[in-house]
Nanobody, 126 residues
């Protein structure tokens, strides 16, 4: 069983930055890709970014490309999402998740992720 705990959310003005963190339990953290998803108010959950187990490959939704950066520290079992140039449309609950297939590159499909954190709220004011 893997437990994921997100932190770092909050209220920020448009154009500002936030850094989300996700702490994971488990001894095989580096074997699995990790992803960040978000759920805006009244909308379905959507893919934001993902990173391979080694950290060498990263993937982004078009809406955040060039503004968000995903990274991981396998020694500390953590994954981060650096969010710059935030927009009001980035307002959402952000979730980290573990890709269910070890040693494989991640996808953007939420059904391919089997462990999820509780989420952290990000609110961007205009």
């Amino acid at each position: 069983q893997v437990q994921l705990v997100e932190s770092g959310g909050g209220l920020v003005q448009a154009g500002g930055s936030l850094r989300l963190s996700c702490a994971a339990s488990g001894r095989t953290f580096s074997l699995n890709a990790m992803g960040w998803f978000r759920q805006p108010p009244g909308k379905e959950r959507e893919f934001v970014a993902a990173i391979s187990g080694s950290g060498s490959s990263t993937y982004y939704a078009d809406s955040v490309k060039g503004r968000f950066t995903i990274s991981r520290d396998n020694a500390k079992n953590t994954v981060h999402l650096q969010m710059n140039s935030l927009k009001p449309e980035d307002t959402a609950v952000y979730y980290c998740a573990t890709y269910r297939y070890p040693l494989e590159l991640p996808s953007s499909e939420s059904g391919s992720y089997n462990y999820w954190g509780q989420g952290t709220q990000v609110t961007v004011s205009s």
